[in-house]
């Protein structure tokens, strides 16, 4: 098996709520994403093994409360359930980050009390999500917030926004379609990070956005604005 990971962050107390963890980025990503500022991540091959990753843990029992699989998109790794297992083996507390497009994998880890937190990216209402995400996969994410929800799983919704791609009025339209399914925790919406590297080239937004615009019956938190 190639190298699942590209890089670890050993120290976070930002990446995993009310917890201090370490971040395992996993390499590659089934999406293109506009304004991804990870393209390293999920253009190159992995550097870190299953064993070099499972040798880290060790050093950091009892100093960290849990651990953080992002990406890319962590879940389509072929490596992604055996390392699961190698986190909780150790009783570190397992946060993922995901696009939702890989339900199978994401329902075989929650069967097997592998996942304790989940962060569902929205990326774009299914008219954008196309050309923001790259991809065709709004009835996966919309398979997998279902789910979720009906087995009243911990987790939240985020979605980065880029004022030239997405206004209020789509985020008004994002935050409907999770009220009417049911979710009713907070939304937050992140702020884009110009890293002066992303798929789309695109740098600070022209258009402003005022989030008092947006109209919403569920919680909308900012993070990074």
């Known amino acids: 098996m190639l190298n699942p990971i ?12 009310d917890k201090i963890a370490a971040v395992a980025w996993f390499a590659g990503c089934n999406m293109r994403c506009v304004y991804c500022y990870n393209t390293p991540i999920v253009l ?3 550097n870190i ?3 070099e990753f499972c040798k880290f843990l060790d050093k950091r029992k009892n100093r960290l409360d849990g651990i953080v699989f992002s990406g890319g998109e962590c879940s389509i790794s072929p490596a992604f359930l055996e390392l699961a297992r190698e986190v909780k083996k ?8 995901t696009n939702g497009s890989n339900l199978d994998v994401l329902k075989q880890a929650i069967s097997e009390g592998l996942i304790d937190y989940i962060a569902l990216d929205f990326k774009a209402t299914k008219e954008k999500f196309k050309s923001i995400s790259g991809s065709h996969l709004y009835e996966n994410f919309i398979q997998t917030l279902e789910f979720l929800l009906l087995i009243n799983f911990d987790f939240e919704v985020r979605t980065t926004l880029h004022a030239d791609f997405l206004d209020e009025n789509d985020i008004s339209k994002m935050a409907e379609i999770l009220e009417q399914k049911g979710y009713k925790k907070s939304y937050f919406l992140q702020n884009f990070l110009d890293t002066k590297e992303n798929f789309g080239k695109i740098s600070t937004p022209k258009n402003s956005f005022d989030v008092d615009k947006i109209r919403s019956q569920i919680p909308i938190k900012l993070r990074n604005f």
Do not use: C, I, Q, W
């Open 49 to 51: 093994s299953t064993e």
């Open 90 to 97: 150790r009783n570190f507390a397992l946060k993922v980050d």
């Open 6 to 17: 590209h890089s670890l962050t050993p120290f976070t107390m930002t990446d995993y709520p």
């Open 44 to 46: 190159e091959s992995g």
